[in-house]
């Protein structure tokens, strides 16, 4: 069965520091991988998302993410935060052939102005 | 945002007896899907629906039913309330269950507490 480790629990930053935040998968077949971002009180909003094609994927906000296939992993980074990036972010994997979609246990990061 | 609203959004209920969450969707897609959240797991996916009355279980389905009689709405059932389901639940709902091109979104959450 596919799984979703993001080891990183809590990440504090200082604004302008860069982010990394790592997300690796289990599942040897063809992949779709999603990052999300839960602001405080709200509900998942799409970072951004790799099917296919370039492995290094943009996303909103300034974000961006590298899928490593030989390393099944996808993390994911900003070369400088702000407050506002204040957030729990969720990795998540999608076996392409497969309806379901499987998360990652969250990453909290917290920003010092 | 994807039309999706979830009810009730929030709902304090005794052990024991049976609580329904329903998620009601307006972009007719056809998968559908129940996730809970909770400090340290993430989000576990409880059920999944790919059409009308087709239904999967998830990662932590013991102890939840779903139905889903029409494609706009798909109902979370807990038979019987029990304090390990206190969580916020999240509906989710995509546009095609295979291959390249889906997306998840998510509804605004359900916060339930049994006491």
């Known amino acids: 069965a596919q799984s979703v480790s993001q080891h990183n629990h809590h990440v504090i930053l200082s604004e302008a520091a860069s982010l990394e935040l790592g997300c690796n998968y289990s599942y040897g077949g063809t992949v779709n991988l999603f990052w999300y971002v839960q602001y405080p009180g709200q509900h998942l909003q799409l970072l951004l998302k790799y099917f296919s094609g370039d492995p290094l994927v943009k996303g909103i906000k300034g974000f961006e993410a590298e899928f490593i296939k030989s390393k099944f992993s996808f993390n994911l980074r900003k070369p400088s935060v702000q407050w506002s990036d204040t957030a729990e972010y969720f990795c998540a994997v999608k076996d392409s052939s497969a309806s379901k979609i499987i998360f990652g246990s969250g990453t909290r990061l917290s920003i010092r102005p | 945002d994807a039309g999706i609203t979830q009810s009730p959004r929030h709902k304090v209920t005794e052990t024991g007896t049976p609580v329904t969450l329903r998620c009601h969707q307006t972009e007719n897609h056809r998968y559908m899907y129940w996730y809970r959240q909770d400090p340290g797991h993430g989000l576990r996916l409880i059920h999944y629906s790919y059409g009308v009355k087709d239904t999967d279980k998830g990662e932590v389905s013991d102890g939840y039913s779903v139905s889903r009689s029409k494609t706009e709405d798909f109902l979370l059932t807990l038979e019987s309330a029990t304090s390990s389901q206190t969580s916020v639940y999240f509906c989710?709902?995509?546009?095609?269950?295979?291959?390249?091109?889906?997306?998840?979104?998510f509804g605004e959450g359900s916060w339930l507490t049994v006491v």
């Open positions: 989710a709902i995509s546009d095609r269950g295979t291959g390249a091109g889906n997306t998840i979104y």
